[in-house]
């Protein structure tokens, strides 16, 4: 569903990884290891489509990138001024989709909070609401960054469930160092700082 | 069984229903902070009171009134537009607005947004401006046309110079040099058609201001095919 080839990635003269290879089928979820800085969060916006490789190709399925690529980041960020449900709504409208608002709301155990605005949300539920964006597609490959940080532990009991859901349904790529979340794949690749 | 989330029949609802959101996001945004409405605002009334007082009971030439409109609004622009596209990048929402749609329609959302805010701009400041000062039109329909083209075109120009940069690591810089070239000749053109119309001369007057819908025009062209290259990157 997802390959990787020769894939490499530099800022300036310095490259951030290289020689990145992987090919990834239906119900498999890589997870991507390593220490700070060894460059996890650049690789998954390289395969994401957010970064141009340097060098090397990633082979995605065919379709719009919209409703086929997922991703949830702990770095990206939220409107402030846009309630939960005008995100999924602005989702929704920008990707031709349903934007099935209250059971994705509900999903990720945010249906109270739909009118408020984002700005006033703590870190865990801007978390639980990047993750009903990042499936809101349903789509076949999923990139998680780091899912499970700033969420509770029913925030991550929910991140456990979507990794099921998702390898049923595709591909998951996430990255972490978390031993729990890293238990969620059946594949991992290891980068070095 | 599916689950909950499941898309299903809004598919390919289409570019102008992603443009509406797009722009609906910004209409939305704009009025909740009022960031750039009340830096415009506070800009364009402190300037039209103290033009009013230091030209007190003294009428201002055409051309000195032109160039003093044309710098109001240039002025507005740069506070209230050329953030949209910067705003996305330093608050970390360019991310979700890259995953979710596609380029084109994130350039039109955000620049038909633009245009709406500085033609609502254009035509308070010119109020403000006519008032405090007592100059009165001599041409009414040129000054519209020049007002109309100088605001689509700052707009526009603004706005592809604000995209251009947002990504950019020595963004003040680059907005310098993008801004310069492309703001220099619309303030020119647009005073030699503000100042005929306040009735200071006959020559030029016309042509400015069809010169300013040309160049409004091309602004709005040029930018989806540059933007589209730079959004992923």
């Given at each position: 569903m997802i390959a990787a080839r020769r894939l490499g990635r530099r800022f300036g003269a310095r490259w951030?990884?290289?020689g990145v290879e992987f090919e990834l089928r239906k119900g498999d979820a890589l997870a991507l290891v390593g220490?700070?800085?060894?460059g996890k969060s650049t690789l998954l916006r390289t395969l994401a489509g957010l970064l141009r490789p340097s060098e090397g190709e990633v082979t995605l399925p065919d379709g719009d990138a919209r409703r086929t690529l997922g991703y949830g980041s702990v770095e990206s960020q939220l409107y402030?001024?846009?309630t939960a449900a005008e995100h999924l709504q602005l989702g929704g409208d920008l990707r031709g989709i349903a934007p099935n608002i209250e059971a994705l709301l509900a999903e990720v155990g945010l249906q109270s909070a739909a009118?408020?605005?984002?700005?006033?949300?703590s870190t865990g539920m801007r978390a639980r609401l990047k993750l009903a964006l990042a499936i809101q597609a349903a789509p076949p490959i999923l990139f998680l960054d780091?899912?499970?940080?700033?969420?509770?532990a029913g925030g991550r009991a929910l991140v456990a469930r979507l990794a099921v859901a998702q390898r049923e349904r595709g591909v998951l790529i996430l990255a972490t160092n978390d031993p729990e979340e890293r238990r969620l794949a059946n594949l991992e690749l290891a980068l070095d700082a | 069984m599916n689950s909950p989330w499941t898309p299903d029949s809004a598919e390919g609802a289409g570019w102008r229903a992603e443009i509406r959101s797009v722009f609906r996001k910004e209409l939305r945004t704009e009025l909740r902070s009022r960031s750039g409405l009340l830096s415009a605002l506070l800009f364009s009334v402190s300037t039209v009171v103290a033009i009013s007082f230091a030209g007190y009971r003294e009428p201002l030439p055409g051309s000195l009134a032109g160039g003093l409109l044309g710098a109001m609004l240039i002025f507005a622009a740069s506070l209230a537009l050329s953030r949209t596209f910067v705003v996305e990048e330093d608050q970390g929402t360019g991310d979700l607005l890259r995953l979710m749609a596609r380029p084109h329609a994130v350039y039109w959302g955000k620049t038909l947004f633009n245009v709406a805010q500085m033609l609502l701009f254009g035509v308070a400041i010119s109020a403000l401006f006519l008032l405090f000062t007592g100059l009165e039109v001599m041409l009414p329909s040129l000054f519209a046309l020049c007002l109309f083209g100088f605001c689509v075109s700052l707009a526009g120009a603004v706005t592809l110079s604000g995209a251009l940069v947002?990504?950019?690591?020595s963004r003040s810089v680059l907005a310098v040099v993008i801004s310069l070239p492309l703001l220099l000749p619309l303030i020119v053109v647009a005073i030699a058609g503000f100042r005929v119309a306040f009735g200071?001369?006959?020559?030029?007057g016309w042509p400015a201001g069809f010169g300013l819908i040309g160049y409004a025009a091309a602004s709005l062209a040029i930018g989806p095919p540059l933007f589209a290259e730079i959004w992923k990157e």
């Open positions: 951030i990884f290289r220490a700070n800085g060894s402030p001024h846009l009118d408020r605005f984002t700005g006033q949300f780091e899912p499970g940080a700033g969420l509770d | 947002a990504q950019a690591a200071e001369g006959t020559f030029g």
